[in-house]
């Protein structure tokens, strides 16, 4: 049964930082794209950013020059590092990633990690 199990939440101050963390379990072929969502209420579930097996990056124009993406292969593991956070960055996080298992592959995504910033 493959897992993405995340950590690294919690409440920050505006201006703080934190660096959540993803990890892979389960019997795994490959894994390629890996990325990170955020829902905050009563808004939809919206792109932060991804990252390819190679380590290309895509961030959403929000979080251009706060947020990076970051990924450890080795670990099945992928990170975003906040930095000056805002009162407008919290919401639920979630991580994605498209993994290859036998004989399938799909989409799969953590169970999402809170992060609150107080003004």
């Known amino acids: 049964q493959v897992q993405l199990v995340e950590s690294g939440g919690g409440l920050v101050q505006a201006g703080g930082s934190l660096r959540l963390s993803c990890t892979a379990s389960g019997i795994i072929f490959s894994i390629d794209g890996m990325g990170w969502y955020r829902q905050a209420p009563g808004k939809q579930r919206e792109l932060v950013a991804t990252?390819?097996?190679?380590?290309?990056?895509d961030h959403a124009d929000s979080v251009k020059g706060r947020f990076t993406i970051s990924r450890d292969n080795a670990k099945k593991t992928v990170y975003l590092q906040m930095n000056s956070l805002k009162p407008e960055d919290t919401a639920v996080y979630y991580c994605n990633a498209d993994i290859m298992t036998i004989p399938t592959r799909r989409e799969y995504w953590g169970q999402g990690t809170q992060v609150t910033v107080s003004s």
């Open positions: 990252i390819t097996p190679a380590g290309r990056t």
